[in-house]
């Protein structure tokens, strides 16, 4: 896979900033379609994790928590797609596209460096985007989940998050030497987010002190908005906890990456 596949498909491409990240992003989602791995695992791993996280909510007081399996599978599958069509994959991408020297040949163009990186991600977070709605009418027509009853909670919820995983996985990818040592250092975020962030285990079922530190988890912020806008039982307070710990996760992520990501092998 030769880094001037990318370089030629992106180095004359208009003159505006869109255009050159839709140049960049259809040469990244050609190389994207060839790397199987990856782009199975952004596809077809969180279609499938919902139906494992079905069987288990069947085992919890979801009723005693004042939740159901609509209110709870709907979210969970929405953080699904985020973790692994979007974070999971765009580590990988980030990646390799840095120690195949496409990012370090790209930034001596007319590209700016978050054309570059919002260029690379466009895909990814297309990718998640759609998964969302998949899932989302698949647990409607399931589960009878009906309408958001505030939508905007929901809208706020997945734009922060279409910003701060695309950064959190460049910084990630940033403390790596390799593709596959990338996809190790994206575990750890990884699992602390199915655990922690009320993907499988809601947080109203977790120990006060427990649940009061998983609330500060970068994905914690997205699962309660979107549950509380569709359920419309998301209090002021909470409302607004939420909404500052995503943003603050959102300025957190793009300051590391202006501070620490890496757009050259390391030697």
Known sequence: MSPTAVTTGTGTAGTTAAGRIGALARAELTLLGRTRATLAAALFVPLVMPFT????LDTMPLKDAGLTVGSVLLPSS??????????GSLVSVYAARREELVLKRLRTGELRDLEILAGAALPSVAIGLAQCLVLTVACRAALGVGMPEQPQLVLLGLLSAFVTWPALAAVTASFSKSVEGAQVAATPLTLLSLVGSGTFIPLELLPDGMARFCELLPLTPVITLVRGGWTGHLSAH??????????????????????????????
Do not use: C, K, N, Q
């Open 53 to 56: 996280l079905r069987s288990t």
């Open 78 to 87: 929405i953080g699904f797609a985020l973790l692994f069509a979007v974070y």
């Open 238 to 267: 909470d409302t607004l906890g939420a909404l500052g710990t995503a943003v603050a996760w959102t300025v957190i992520a793009v300051f590391a990456v202006r501070r620490w990501f890496r757009w050259e092998p390391r030697r």
